[in-house]
């Protein structure tokens, strides 16, 4: 994945403000999801790390201009962001928590441990941890400010100046 923008080197006057736009918007879209990222890691829980290192983020173009993603291609992070419903899930990846989580290295211990879980599980579903919503509703301002403050180099650097 690049998350560079290759701005134009001596761009004519007509295509200025886009490469200027173009660059700024980048430039802030690159601190927001970094922070973002950053941040959304930090609030997961773990226990083998395999959840926070799915995590991840990229900016790439759309019709309309960039757009950055901070997320997650696997399908349980969404469990863990939202909960679920009651269901039983399967015990191999449970067993492989309690195995990690507790330290448990007997097999019995650790396959009782995962079905007492996966019951519970069944009855009352999980809790959702909200890592995603919790954080962008926690740092929404400071986003707001990074592309605040990237609208102000805009004008400026269009205006001649060098912010």
Request: proline letters at 7%; a negative charge; hydrophobic letters at 45%.
């Amino acid at each position: 994945m690049n998350l560079e923008l290759t701005p134009t080197p001596r761009p004519d006057l007509a295509s200025a403000p886009t490469a200027i736009l173009n660059a700024e918007l980048h430039r802030a879209l690159l601190e927001a999801t970094a922070l973002l990222e950053r941040e959304v890691k930090d609030a997961t829980p773990t226990a083998t790390g395999l959840t926070r290192a799915s995590i991840g983020s990229f900016i790439t173009e759309i019709p309309d201009g960039l757009l950055g993603v901070v997320g997650s291609a696997q399908p349980h992070v969404e469990y863990v962001e939202l909960g679920t419903r009651p269901h039983f899930p399967p015990l191999e990846p449970i067993q492989d928590w309690v195995r990690v989580k507790f330290g448990i290295s007997e097999q019995s211990e650790i396959e009782a441990a995962a079905l007492a879980i996966a019951r519970k599980i069944a009855a009352r579903g999980t809790l959702g941890v909200g890592m995603f919503h919790r954080t962008w509703a926690r740092l929404e301002p400071q986003v707001q400010a990074i592309f605040s403050r990237a609208a102000d180099r805009i004008v400026a650097r269009m205006a001649g100046g060098q912010a």
